[in-house]
């Protein structure tokens, strides 16, 4: 349940959605308000524009609207839906003479109120929505302004991005959003780390072998096939998502939970990740693309297929390892790895601690090493491998067991959808779960350090068939193996 401190530190707002008739605004946007509005988040003064470049069919936009969140919400509540429905005005996108006049005029109406524009749009178009909205005089202090990914497809052109809203928006303004991020699971790393001291005390090289962070996915790429084949897995999943949960993972306890202070520390980490050359692009990463493969039967299409573009080499598999300079992990191995048409849907992070140093029991049995397995994705989940006694006599026969805390099990009650919990931070101006422009640019600088040699090297992809857990890695030491997981 939402507490009634937390209810009571947001405002009223106006939310301005760009591009409010793409997928993004009916899947994630708009689903998200409905949830809040149920909690009482949603102040009753507020207001949502629905920015749209044909406003002809209004009655048209809010009937597709309607139904879209009628089938995507179960046992939903028509009052709660008219309500919200009732707060959408359907506003022009329409410059004149490089003016947003519409919105101007919508704006007038409910002055002195936090706005959020929210730009559900291709970032092509960003800098010229943020010039446009400070030519029309609609930024103000109260103004914040977030920006979905992707964000360029390198540093300049992440840069050349960044800097077209910079212009005309502060740093503190600027909300670049990435919803792994405003995951229940992934918001508990903090508190997992940092109230419960036997994992900080452990929390280090002395005693972590290596650490896994894996997002797979049963599907290909589906109907993102022109924004995918321009991307692939190394761009698409682990120069934001993935690297944002290292972040978590690996940085040091800031001072204060503040958004200053947090992203002081995550930064440090990305500025402590170890680039790659010529001789450790080959043997610490690997890429590979999908080809046909069956399951149950049935055929699976190859990305080539997929895509319509046989001469694609475009990755949708990627594994990597990388390290930590720093005092904490010196030494300790990170992988991470993601990709399309595996086995199973999920996202997980794995920590594995270091062996007993010495097997005192007559069995000498191999012995697995403890783990804390925090699962993400599709049932969140946090898991604790140890080793125990197998009950009855006949000696120390010792076993590994699974101490499992369900959170859905756990806590009663809806869980918000990461949307939900990153809209009200914006709302409340708390910048904690968003990526500061000095995280981007420290991110791209080391992912160029794999593009680049990935060229430089002529890296090819190795071919998996669908429907498997990729193409198999030399990345892993000798002594390691990907964590097997199961959805059961």
Same mark, same amino acid.
């Given at each position: 349940m939402i507490s009634e401190k937390s209810i009571a530190s947001l405002k009223n707002f106006d939310l301005i959605i760009f591009g409010a008739n793409g997928d993004l605004a009916y899947r994630k946007i708009f689903p998200a308000l409905y949830h809040r509005l149920e909690e009482g988040q949603v102040k009753p003064k507020s207001r949502i524009a629905a920015m749209l470049r044909n406003t002809k069919n209004n009655q048209e936009y809010l009937s597709t609207l309607t139904k879209s969140l009628r089938k995507q919400i179960k046992g939903i509540d028509e009052k709660i839906l008219a309500t919200l429905i009732?707060?959408?005005?359907?506003?022009?996108?329409?410059? @004149?003479?490089?003016?947003?006049?519409? !919105?101007?005029? &919508?704006?007038?109406?409910?002055?002195?109120?936090? =706005?959020? *524009? *929210?730009?559900?749009?291709?970032?092509s178009v960003f800098g010229?929505?943020?010039?446009?909205?400070?030519?029309t005089s609609l930024i103000t202090d109260e103004s914040r302004i977030v920006l979905e990914k992707p964000l360029g497809k390198d540093g300049a052109s992440s840069a050349l991005i960044n800097n077209s809203i910079l212009k005309?928006?502060?740093?503190?303004?600027?909300?670049?959003?990435?919803?792994?991020l405003?995951?229940?699971?992934?918001?508990?790393?903090?508190?997992? =780390?940092?109230?419960?001291?036997?994992f900080e005390n452990l929390w280090n090289a002395n005693h972590i072998e290596n650490v896994q962070i894996t997002a797979a996915e049963k599907l290909g790429i589906e109907k993102r096939g022109e924004y995918y084949d321009n991307y692939g897995a190394l761009l698409d999943m682990v120069q934001n998502h993935l690297l944002q949960l290292l972040c978590l993972i690996a940085m040091e306890p800031p001072s204060v939970l503040t958004a200053s202070q947090v992203r002081v520390e995550k930064l440090k980490v990305l500025n402590a990740l170890e680039k790659f050359n010529e001789d450790s692009i080959t043997t610490r990463t690997s890429k590979g693309q999908y080809s046909r493969g069956e399951k149950?039967?049935?055929?699976?299409?190859?990305?080539? +297929?997929?895509?319509?573009?046989?001469?694609?080499?475009?990755?949708?598999?990627?594994?990597?390892?990388? *390290?930590?300079?720093?005092w904490r992990w010196k030494g300790v191995p990170f992988y991470i790895r993601t990709g399309k048409?595996?086995?199973?849907?999920?996202?997980?992070?794995?920590?594995?601690?270091?062996?007993?140093?010495?097997? @005192?029991?007559?069995?000498?049995?191999?012995?697995v090493p403890n783990k804390l397995i925090i699962r993400l994705q599709p049932k969140e989940k946090i898991e604790f491998i140890q080793m125990v006694k197998?009950?009855?006599?006949?000696?120390?026969? *010792?076993?590994? !067991?699974s101490m499992k805390m369900d959170y859905l099990e756990s806590f009663t009650g809806k869980f918000p959808e990461a949307y939900e919990r990153l809209l009200m931070d914006v709302v409340r101006g708390n910048q904690t779960l968003f990526m500061s422009?000095? +995280?981007?640019?420290?991110?791209?600088? &080391? @992912?160029?350090?794999?593009?680049e040699n990935w060229k430089s090297s002529s890296i090819k992809n190795n071919l998996y068939n669908a429907g498997t857990d990729g193409p198999g890695d030399s990345i892993l030491e000798s002594n390691h193996n990907w964590h097997k997981t199961s959805n059961k």
């Open positions: 009732g707060k959408v005005d359907v506003i022009s996108a329409l410059t @004149i003479n490089g003016k947003y006049a519409d !919105l101007e005029s &919508w704006l007038k109406k409910s002055p002195n109120k936090v =706005r959020v *524009y *929210y730009l559900a749009t291709p970032s010229q929505i943020a010039k446009d909205l400070q030519d005309y928006f502060d740093e503190k303004q600027i909300y670049r959003i990435d919803h792994y405003g995951k229940e699971t992934v918001q508990n790393l903090m508190v997992l =780390r940092f109230a419960n001291y036997i149950n039967g049935k055929i699976m299409p190859s990305y080539l +297929e997929d895509v319509g573009t046989y001469s694609s080499e475009t990755e949708t598999y990627v594994a990597i390892k990388t *390290y930590i300079n720093n048409r595996m086995t199973e849907k999920f996202s997980e992070i794995v920590i594995t601690f270091k062996d007993v140093p010495h097997n @005192i029991f007559p069995e000498k049995k191999l012995m197998v009950p009855g006599p006949g000696g120390y026969r *010792y076993k590994p !067991l422009n000095k +995280e981007l640019k420290a991110s791209w600088e &080391w @992912i160029a350090s794999i593009t």
